[in-house]
């Protein structure tokens, strides 16, 4: 069997996870991993452009990280990226000139959950189709928070309103769906700055419901260390009809993991057909996400 390059950006949860799954499965062959930092094991992402590779998967975050690595990178590989910001999606992609294939936003939300909104939203006409996330990790999230100055470590658990989906399964269309709590390590000093800064924090918590905790770095590593699991739900109902599509997640970061590399191999197979372009989830038919022949899903 022919194996898909892979190459690797990001030491976090998410390039750990991608790293595990590229170096189990057959299809892919892992070039390396490239950082910012000099890690053991890593290659200088200075050194990046000496590498061939058929697709690089760029695991970073998605407030700071991912809207100047990406469109670097792209100019040079093939990329899939799991950019989670919603609202910033279209002024992302503008910004991503590439040389062949950019695959953007391919998480489970944006991204599997992008898909299934879609299929809902075409055939339950009459009434709203409502996505919520949690209980859980959000590791966007969490990320944004540890950007912040002063912050040693933090978490964040979306949790939904149960009152809130109830609704939605009867479609009523809900406004404010979820809880932000946030757990972060930080000196005393600086915990008002750093509270008003998470609220206030555009695309991420402002408007929103959010609990600012803080914790010593002892209770943050006994309760919150390596905690990674997730949830999600897209409901449309109507009049006649409610569907409902549900994930539960043990490992927030290797199931993201999982769609990038799904994707990853539809990178591949438009790559083949001679494709270029920045391409969201929406853009891709199911068919690309496999190296089986299409009837053999079907």
Known sequence: MEKIRIGIV????????CRDQVEKR???????????????GTI??????????????????????APVLVPKLARHF??????DTHAKLTEYIKNIKPSGISIVATGWDPGLMSVIRMYFEASITEGPTQSFWGPGVSLGHSNAIKQIDGVTDAIQFT?????MMELASKGIQVEKKHQRICYVV?????????????INMPDYFKGQDVKVNFVSQTIFNKRFRNRNEHEGAVISADKSSTALFGLTLKSNARFTASVMLAYAIANYN??????????????IAPKYLHLKSVLDMV
Do not use: H
């Open 270 to 283: 438009l790559q083949k057909e001679g494709k270029r372009g920045v391409f969201t989830v929406a853009d």
């Open 186 to 198: 930080a000196e005393k000093n600086d915990r008002t700055r750093i509270k008003d800064t998470i």
């Open 10 to 17: 990001g030491l976090g949860n998410l390039g750990n996870a």
């Open 78 to 83: 093939n990329t899939v990226d799991s950019y």
């Open 26 to 40: 057959d299809e892919f062959e892992l070039v390396g991993v490239f950082s910012r930092r000099a890690v053991k």
């Open 159 to 163: 949790v939904p309103m149960q009152k």
């Open 44 to 65: 200088p992402l200075d050194n990046i452009e000496k590498y061939k590779m058929d697709v690089l998967l760029i695991c970073v975050g998605s407030k700071e990280d």
